[in-house]
């Protein structure tokens, strides 16, 4: 069982960034890989990107590559997520994933979601 925390939500203007964190319990960590979606009012979740258990492999979906990062610190048992010139659509619910295997981008086959936190963005 991986509980997963998020926060770093918050309101913030467009063009400016915000770093999200998902902090995970367990001591398996960097056998999951991670993933981070969000879901905005009336919209399907979506995948934004997500890291291999090692971080040696990343990926992002085409709308967020170039102003997003993922990253990882397995010793603290956290992934992160950097978004950087922000867009007002990229308001929404943001969630952090965790699953055994290799990085995807399909909800459905990630295990263990955290509660989400919300990304507000102001034009």
């Known amino acids: 069982q991986v509980q997963l925390v998020e926060s770093g939500g918050g309101l913030v203007q467009a063009g400016r960034s915000l770093r999200l964190s998902c902090a995970a319990s367990?001591?398996?960590?960097?056998?999951?890989?991670m993933g981070w979606f969000r879901q905005a009012p009336g919209k399907e979740r979506e995948f934004v990107g997500g890291?291999?258990?090692?971080?040696?492999?990343?990926s992002y979906a085409d709308s967020v590559k170039g102003r997003f990062a993922i990253s990882r610190d397995n010793a603290k048992n956290t992934v992160f997520l950097q978004m950087n010139s922000l867009k007002p659509e990229a308001a929404a619910v943001y969630y952090c994933?965790?699953?055994?295997?290799?990085?995807?981008?399909?909800?459905?086959?990630?295990?263990?979601w955290g509660q989400g936190t919300q990304v507000t963005v102001s034009s």
């Open positions: 367990g001591h398996t960590f960097s056998t999951y890989t």
């Open positions: 994933a965790a699953r055994r295997g290799s990085l995807v981008s399909e909800t459905a086959r990630y295990t263990y």
């Open positions: 890291i291999s258990g090692s971080g040696g492999v990343i």
